[in-house]
């Protein structure tokens, strides 16, 4: 199966509840008023795609229509296609520079399946002949150690850990140096996704980035934060903490097929203004997907 495939796959809950929200607001004249895209904006709301991401489209629709004078089905659509993809922006990956070590720090609240996509990245690399090493930094929950180490195991990769509780930072430190003494390609580095306040995180995170801008400073550095589509608009809220903490580069999202409300990747993109790069559509490591805004777009709206 393609990436499309996956995609239309794994958002059937989302295009379901889109297709049927849509066929009733304008089943009768296939055309739409100004009271039927005030329907389509709370058809956009419910599916999570925020207020703010809503209005935006559905002022961009009105626009096109006052514009145009076309207000048919296959114009609105066609608009709300457009303006779906001006927010998602273009296609983005994260890319391994060659000859250097690459390090991914990856973020994100506990339970969004911030280690399980390291796991996933860590299968993909190898797969493709890369050499990759996991740091299990967040030593505050023991059971994110035991799970890293599981995807090791599952992976043939090496992990660098620490008895619960040990300092990540120092995790860190002696995750770089194995990289460095192995020539690594890729470093992924498992992050606290929530410790005692904001304050104590941003703290954590900082002093990881210290270590290593000292030790690898010329290391290609990125960091992924991972949402979960289920969260719905907590998803939102996850990236602007996030944001406030620290420097994101990429936004993953997990489990868009358990999600009726796949829509949550149009609000995070409109707040946050960064790119989604990975989709997880499924528990298999081949669902671990490059997120492609057309696809997703095109798997959203048929």
């Known amino acids: 199966m393609g990436v499309l495939g996956i995609f239309k796959k794994g958002l059937t809950k989302t295009r379901n509840f889109f297709s049927e ?9 296939g055309h739409f008023d100004d009271d039927m895209l005030d329907e389509f904006e709370e058809t956009l709301v419910r599916a999570d795609c925020g207020l703010p991401a809503s209005s935006d489209i559905i002022d961009t629709v009105k626009a096109s229509i ?27 990956s ?3 520079e060659e000859g250097k070590l690459n390090i991914l720090l990856m973020v994100g609240v506990n339970g969004t399946g911030k280690t399980t996509t390291a796991g996933k990245l860590a299968a993909r690399y190898k797969k493709a002949g890369k050499k990759v090493i996991m740091a299990a930094a967040d030593t505050f929950r023991a059971a994110a150690v035991e799970q890293l180490k599981s995807w090791g195991e599952r992976t043939s990769t090496a992990v660098i850990a620490h008895p619960e509780g040990a300092d990540p930072a120092a995790v860190v430190y002696d995750a770089v140096q194995a990289a460095k003494a192995r020539k690594a390609d890729l470093l ?51 990236a602007q903490s996030f944001a406030e903490v620290a420097e994101l580069d990429y936004i993953g999202i997990t489990k868009l097929d358990g999600s009726a409300k796949g829509g949550v990747a149009i609000a995070v993109a409109y707040n946050s203004k960064l790119p989604i790069i990975l989709a997880g559509l499924g528990e298999s490591v081949e669902d671990l997907v490059d997120f492609d805004p057309i696809d997703f777009v095109n798997s959203l709206i048929e």
Not at 21 to 29: D, E, L
Request: charged content about 30%.
């Open 66 to 92: 006052r514009k145009t004078g076309n207000d048919s089905r296959e114009a609105v659509m066609d608009v709300v296609r457009k303006r779906m993809l001006e927010i998602l922006g273009d296609k983005t």
């Open 94 to 96: 994260f890319e391994l």
């Open 188 to 238: 992924i580095v498992d992050t606290a996704g929530r410790l005692h306040n904001k304050k104590n995180l941003m703290d954590e995170l900082a002093k990881i980035n210290r270590v290593i801008n000292r030790e690898a400073p010329d290391a290609n550095i990125h960091s992924l934060l991972i949402i979960d589509a289920t969260t719905g608009q907590n998803a939102v809220l996850q």
């Open 21 to 29: 929200s849509f066929t009733k607001i304008a089943a009768g004249t």
